[in-house]
């Protein structure tokens, strides 16, 4: 009886954690860090503040978890949706480079902000936020290589898909005050047939190295 | 006698005003915009707290004065310094990215940043800081342009040269909480090599469109 009693209660203690981190995310995002009070997610969550405390003794704890938990949602997505694109070329590099700054100008960008920008100057959160930064920046960068179908072996492909993450930050931070649709189109744009010559250009780079290898030549002379 | 003795008074209050704005950007770029007082700007200054509010009458209108100080007298020079450049070309290129990510990874964009996330939730700031980023935003531009060498009436120029201070603002967010040095060094020399690449590409198809209209041809068929 207490075990068979026991999954709805797990199942319940896990929507309830989700609806602390879905919250969690929509406060910071509409009220920056100062405004993200513990008390408040509670209620948005619809959620005591004492059950919240349980789940998440910190608010730091709470708010980190937050960010991790909607990246990842966010990154299952896109890896979801590979399978879908077209096949590696102008279009697909396009649509990925589109999908990347889309990632980045949404309400997850906007709470990460506020959270990175608190961690600048608040102890507590920044080793965390750091620790955090590392994983997210990883699989992202992972899930950049995979969307767009290439290998980061080649030369200059790790340092253009890197770009590209950088580029979309910046561009998240252009759109924080103001919509800046309508100039990153034209930027998405640019950057994206830039991105298509750099890997061409590596794919070309490593089709002829495979060829002198064939070859038995040496690679370089 | 009144007449003569109002300049050194006048240079004084110049001073004044100079101190406090620096100290502004200073205090914004350590503790962030909660930590960031007029009290706290006025005592870095050496300044007292009266003086501070006669030349400064709210907290927003300080911290907006001294980002727009600080940026002009940035881009002054950078300005003053395009004549030390090389000719237009790769390394041209190339010293030119540096030199805006530098722009963008120094306490004047840590400043920056905290203001600007502060806007997004603080209602008296937002309309400033909106200004604001549209004066900087086109300076910065223009600056860009005349640094490269580059007219933006070529195809895709503009939105390259776009691209690049967008690229900057994400390097600088992800040099927020760590030093992101190293990793900054590869994306820069790759974004060199392809903005090089788009500034080649505009010059050819301008050079093609100007031979076209030479020989009386129509330039579309």
Same sequence: chains 1, 2.
Avoid: K
């Avoid at 509409?30 to 009070?37: D, F, I």
């Amino acid at each position: 009886m207490t075990t068979a009693a026991r999954t709805p209660q797990q199942d319940r203690s896990r929507a309830t954690r989700r609806r602390l981190l879905e919250a969690a995310v929509d406060c910071l995002a509409e009220l920056g860090w100062a405004g993200s009070t513990v008390t408040v997610v509670a209620e948005r969550a619809g959620v005591t503040r004492g059950a919240a405390q349980h789940h998440f003794p910190t608010r730091e704890g709470l708010f980190t978890a937050a960010i991790e938990h909607v990246a990842a949602e966010r990154l299952a997505a896109v890896r979801a949706g590979t399978g879908e694109l077209p096949p590696p070329g102008p279009a697909r590099t396009e649509a990925v480079v589109d999908l990347i700054v889309r990632l980045y100008t949404g309400p997850l960008f906007r709470a990460a902000l506020h959270l990175w920008v608190a961690a600048a100057t608040e102890q507590p959160l920044r080793e965390r936020i750091i620790a955090l930064e590392n994983r997210v920046g990883r699989e992202s960068h992972r899930a950049a290589l995979a969307s767009l179908g290439v290998a980061e072996s080649a030369v200059g492909v790790r340092e253009s898909v890197q770009a590209t993450l950088d580029l979309a930050r910046g561009l998240g931070l252009a759109n924080l005050l103001t919509d800046d649709a309508a100039r990153r189109a034209g930027v998405v744009r640019q950057w994206s047939r830039l991105l298509q010559a750099a890997l061409d250009q590596a794919s070309s780079d490593r089709a002829t190295l495979d060829q002198a290898s064939l070859g038995g030549r040496p690679v370089l002379d």
